[in-house]
């Protein structure tokens, strides 16, 4: 097996040299580099734009155009910083909702898209989609349903008498990603030719239809839930001894476990709903996130949270300039990116 | 580990296995020769097609080809169509055999027919591979403009033996679609954008049927350079392309799938000078005879005094 739970145990004498100010400056640098990757991603695009003028009119928070035109200042309010402030949403959310899922299940191959979770999401969504179509707010809760539905799913299904071992947990996701994958399938052939195509586009990740009623529900669920689940770190640092163990030490296990399935779901579905499945984001950066600061979660799932948030804008970045004036899905960049960096994380530990 | 029972079992399925294959190669190979003399027709794949020398039961795999064959006056040999072929009304009551992607080679071969038509979008190789196993021909039409539309009509009536009426109708078709360009010649082309789907956008790139009919109709696709035929499309280069027109292909097969312009484009001149043109689909995107009324829709929209009576 890849990677078993002790590696990712804290002991708590670790614990205790962790402290909120080494929280808080790494959570302070994160925050700085998203800044900057909001500024600079901003600057580029399948359309060049005056820099320095661009620069201006960012500083002014949108108030002078700084002598851009009215198409230019267009472009840069309207169409590139609300993708960028969904790319981060997006990212964030995904990778919170993974780090979330690697801690309670002590698995450090727990990610939304392996675990079938993105696709319960993309089901919920595409039901929406067919049924209420015009109604863009059920996409987001259809899609948390989904997602939880999934999480249950696979959880019942790696819990044996045995409890839940990693093996399990992944078999689990398998058999629910490709049932729910069958499902979209069907919903697929039985829609119209013309919007397969798009579809097919937005399973892969896009970030291009930026919907602007829904964007900042998005970014407020992925804050609220970031913090939610940093809020727990402590109760899943201690879950990651075990289950018994953590309970012996007062923790409110199933209480616990509700918040992080409720939590993550809605993470992922809010984050589906705007942007299809962008795979990896859940599985790379919360690993970056540990390797680097240590496996802490008070620290590892708010750096998860700020990292994800960074590493989805860059790579919506390149979807968008690699090829302009076309576009690529995102979640084929986040894999490309992603599935080699993971594989030199593997080998390395 | 295995016990005795257990391997009589594994001979018994390994025999089951031997049978069937046997079987289904002796199906396969049992094609007759072709009776009666035959020709060859070289198709828009380069491949020289051997087509039988009367030709009464054609299979059209895409909605074009049905209407190109109701159109030269073969409609009564056209014995199997797709589930997308809904045009001209006649062509509902022949049999289904799935759609353009998803044929059923089963159903094909049940109804026995000398020449299957595809068009490119629709063509599969293990499928033709199959078919042609079955001394079935397969004839592949590939039109990337008007020009090749009137190649495949000329070629489908020469395979169902309507050379004259096909002629007819090339000729007839090629005097409107000259109307139209004379009538347009002298004007300045309208910067357009053609919006295939608005959320997520795309568009008609370079190697698009459509782009050519933009052009003829007096028109200039702001994305005929981008590669492709229906490329996924960046919401800021069509912001900044400021199209004179907008096309929105919509109605038809399409339905009202289409009918919004996408969000990027709401503030462009197209929009601003309500020159937002919705246009059956099914005449821009299937390149057969109706291609041309697409053609006479869309100069009309853009140059509407070029057709002041």
């Not at chain 1, 929406?128 to 049924?131: C, D």
């Not at chain 1, 390797?291 to 979660?297: A, E």
């Given at each position: 097996m890849i990677g078993t739970a002790s590696e990712i145990v804290v002991s708590p004498a670790q614990h205790n040299r962790v402290t909120l100010r080494r929280t808080l400056i790494s959570c302070a640098v994160l925050a700085a580099a998203l800044l900057s990757a909001i500024v600079l991603m901003s600057l580029l695009g399948s359309e060049q734009l005056p820099a320095r003028a661009s620069l201006c009119a960012l500083a002014s928070f949108g108030t002078s155009t700084c002598g851009l035109t009215q198409d230019q200042f267009d472009i840069l309010f309207q169409i590139r910083l609300p993708r960028i402030f969904l790319a981060a949403a997006v990212g964030g959310s995904l990778a919170t909702a993974g780090a979330g899922y690697q801690a309670l299940l002590r698995n450090p191959l727990a990610e939304p898209y392996l675990l079938g979770i993105s696709n319960g999401a993309a089901v919920g969504t595409m039901i929406?989609?067919?049924?209420f179509g015009a109604m863009e707010w059920t996409r987001p809760i259809l899609a948390f349903t989904g997602a939880l539905a999934a999480t249950l799913a696979v959880y019942r299904l790696a819990r044996g008498r045995a409890g839940a071992t990693p093996e399990r947990l992944?078999?689990?996701g398998v058999i629910v990603t490709t049932f729910l994958s069958s499902v979209i399938v069907f919903v697929t052939v039985l829609m119209d030719a013309t919007r397969i195509r798009s579809f097919t586009f937005w399973l892969l990740g896009d970030l291009s239809g930026t919907s602007k009623a829904l964007l900042p529900v998005t970014i407020t669920i992925t804050i609220v839930g970031a913090l939610a689940l940093t809020l727990h770190a402590r109760s899943l640092n201690l879950l990651m001894l075990g289950e018994r163990d953590a309970f012996d030490l007062g923790v409110e296990v199933g209480r616990v476990r509700i918040v992080v399935f409720v939590v993550a779901s809605l993470l992922v579905g809010s984050s589906v709903a705007a942007s299809g499945s962008v795979g990896y984001v859940g599985l790379v950066v919360p690993h970056?996130?540990?390797?680097?600061?240590?496996?802490?979660?008070?620290?590892?799932i708010p750096a998860?949270?700020?990292?994800?948030?960074?590493?989805?804008?860059?790579?919506?970045?390149?979807?968008?300039?690699v090829i302009a004036p076309r576009e690529l899905p995102v979640g084929a960049i986040t894999a490309l990116i992603g599935a080699p960096l993971f594989i030199y994380l593997l080998r390395r530990s | 580990m295995f016990t005795r029972r257990d391997s009589y079992l594994s001979v018994l399925v390994w025999l089951a296995v031997v049978v069937c294959l046997a079987l289904i190669s002796a199906c396969t190979q049992r094609g007759t020769a072709n009776p009666g003399a035959?020709?060859?027709?070289?198709?828009?794949?380069?491949?020289?097609?051997?087509?039988?020398?009367?030709?009464?039961?054609?299979?059209?795999?895409?909605?074009?080809?049905?209407?190109?064959?109701?159109?030269v006056g073969a409609g009564d040999r056209l014995v199997g169509r797709t589930s997308y072929c809904d045009f001209p009304a006649e062509a509902k009551a022949i049999a289904e055999v799935g759609d353009t992607l998803h044929p059923s080679l089963e159903r094909i071969i049940a109804l026995k027919p000398q020449v299957v038509l595809v068009s490119t979008a629709s063509q599969l190789e293990v499928f033709t591979n199959q078919l042609e196993g079955q001394n079935i021909a397969v004839f592949v039409t590939d039109p990337h403009d008007l020009e090749g539309v009137f190649r495949s009509v000329g070629q489908i009536g020469e395979i169902v033996g309507e050379q004259d009426q096909a002629n007819l109708l090339v000729q007839k078709l090629r005097e409107r679609t000259n109307a139209v360009e004379a009538a347009v010649k002298q004007k300045q082309p309208v910067r357009v954008f053609y919006q295939v789907s608005g959320e997520p956008l795309?568009?008609?790139?370079?190697?698009?049927?459509?782009?050519?009919?933009?052009?003829?109709?007096?028109?200039d696709s702001v994305t005929g350079d981008v590669p492709g035929a229906w490329p996924k499309y960046s919401n800021e280069s069509a912001l900044a392309a400021r199209p004179e027109a907008i096309i929105l292909p919509s109605g038809g097969s399409m339905g009202e799938a289409n009918s919004r312009v996408a969000e990027a484009l709401r503030q462009s001149p197209a929009v601003l000078q309500g020159r937002v043109y919705k246009i059956n689909d099914d005449h821009l995107a299937r390149p057969g005879p109706r291609s041309v009324d697409g053609l006479e829709e869309m100069a009309r929209a853009f140059h509407p005094d070029a057709f002041k009576k």
């Open positions: 929406a989609l067919v049924f992944i078999l689990a970056l996130a540990r390797l680097s600061l240590g496996s802490d979660n008070r620290i590892s998860a949270s700020l990292g994800g948030a960074l590493f989805v804008i860059v790579a919506d970045t390149v979807a968008r300039t | 035959s020709r060859e027709i070289t198709d828009d794949a380069a491949r020289r097609v051997n087509v039988p020398a009367k030709v009464d039961r054609v299979v059209s795999l895409a909605p074009n080809l049905t209407e190109i064959v109701f159109a795309y568009t008609a790139g370079h190697d698009a049927f459509v782009t050519d009919l933009m052009r003829r109709a007096g028109g």
